[in-house]
């Protein structure tokens, strides 16, 4: 894989941080004091750092996550629905920045993994399914209380839900408003992979390495493709679908790649 060097990304909010190593981007979710319940300029933050890294050649794929220990995101800052979020008007103006940030996610063109510990609720739960690979860490709950918080849940998010865990288990979860544990998660198909605690973070970033030594080129056509197949929101036509596909043909990393094949070795991809 090409060497990247070390760097840090500004972030709009001390609440999120942003770094990038060896290939893999890390966006680390800062608010453990509040189990990292995201608050509206961390939801207003998380598209502008997704851009940034998304656009950025030292990031093949990104990791979203909790800060050190801590859990992964328990949703919308509560304290802030009172206020923010008190009519109609003010909630409509917090759900679409919700929207955006899952947005984000889900069109960012390299691959993003949710690495999940502790926590996932409510947005968390969207953040997650905005995600291209769910991780998780026995232990790990999964829950949606909308329902017990009046809370309406963005249709654009609700779609990336369901088509991340099936509509069967969002009914379940929505409907229900009841808590998943990591090992039903996994079991229904809405997790990837469930590790130990003590694994997670390795097992994550050994994941994540292997992802961003694969052809860039080639990653961001398989991801605009399988959201199409999904029916995502913002999906992208069948003419663009082809022409992605045609430019990894035409890429110095496909012949790189062919040649890496026939000589036995790692092929060293430059994402052109």
């Given at each position: 894989?090409?060497?990247?060097?070390?760097?840090?990304?500004?972030?709009?909010?001390?609440?999120?941080?942003a770094?990038?190593?060896?290939g893999?981007?890390?966006?680390?979710?800062?608010?453990p004091?509040?189990?990292?319940a995201?608050?509206?300029?961390?939801?207003?933050?998380?598209?502008?750092?997704?851009?940034?890294?998304?656009?950025?050649?030292?990031?093949?794929?990104?990791?979203?996550?909790g800060?050190?220990?801590?859990?992964?995101?328990?949703?919308?800052?509560?304290?802030?629905?009172?206020?923010?979020?008190?009519?109609?008007?003010?909630?409509?103006?917090y759900?679409e920045?919700?929207?955006?940030?899952?947005?984000?996610?889900?069109?960012?063109?390299v691959?993003?993994?949710?690495?999940?510990?502790?926590?996932?609720?409510?947005?968390?739960?969207?953040?997650?399914?905005?995600?291209?690979?769910?991780?998780?860490?026995?232990?790990?709950?999964?829950?949606?209380?909308?329902?017990?918080?009046?809370?309406?849940?963005p249709?654009?998010?609700?779609?990336?839900v369901?088509?991340?865990?099936?509509?069967?288990?969002?009914?379940?979860?929505?409907?229900?408003a009841?808590?998943?544990?990591?090992?039903?998660?996994k079991a229904?198909?809405?997790?990837?992979?469930?590790?130990?605690d003590?694994?997670?973070?390795?097992e994550?970033?050994?994941?994540?390495?292997?992802?961003?030594?694969n052809?860039?080129?080639?990653?961001?056509?398989?991801?605009?493709?399988?959201?199409a197949?999904?029916g995502?929101?913002?999906?992208?036509?069948?003419?663009?679908?082809?022409?992605?596909?045609?430019?990894?043909?035409?890429?110095?990393?496909?012949?790189?790649?062919?040649?890496?094949?026939?000589?036995k070795?790692?092929?060293?991809?430059?994402?052109?």
């Amino acid at each position: 894989m090409k060497s990247f060097s070390p760097k840090s990304f500004s972030s709009p909010t001390p609440r999120l941080i942003a770094e990038a190593s060896d290939g893999v981007g890390v966006i680390s979710i800062n608010n453990p004091e509040k189990r990292n319940a995201l608050d509206l300029a961390m939801w207003r933050a998380l598209p502008q750092l997704i851009a940034a890294m998304a656009t950025d050649d030292a990031v093949r794929v990104i990791v979203l996550r909790g800060v050190g220990d801590s859990p992964f995101a328990s949703g919308a800052d509560i304290s802030e629905f009172r206020t923010l979020r008190a009519s109609a008007a003010g909630g409509k103006a917090y759900e679409e920045s919700n929207e955006e940030a899952f947005a984000a996610i889900a069109a960012c063109p390299v691959p993003v993994i949710a690495m999940m510990r502790g926590f996932c609720m409510g947005g968390g739960v969207g953040i997650a399914a905005a995600c291209d690979l769910r991780v998780a860490a026995q232990g790990t709950v999964f829950g949606v209380p909308a329902a017990r918080l009046g809370v309406g849940y963005p249709p654009k998010a609700m779609r990336l839900v369901v088509a991340a865990f099936g509509d069967a288990v969002a009914r379940d979860l929505f409907f229900t408003a009841r808590r998943l544990d990591a090992a039903e998660a996994k079991a229904l198909g809405a997790l990837h992979r469930l590790w130990p605690d003590a694994d997670l973070e390795a097992e994550t970033m050994a994941m994540a390495r292997a992802i961003a030594g694969n052809a860039p080129l080639a990653m961001r056509s398989a991801k605009a493709s399988i959201a199409a197949a999904s029916g995502l929101p913002g999906s992208v036509s069948e003419a663009e679908l082809l022409a992605l596909a045609g430019a990894c043909f035409d890429s110095d990393d496909y012949a790189e790649g062919r040649d890496a094949f026939l000589e036995k070795r790692q092929p060293q991809f430059q994402g052109r």
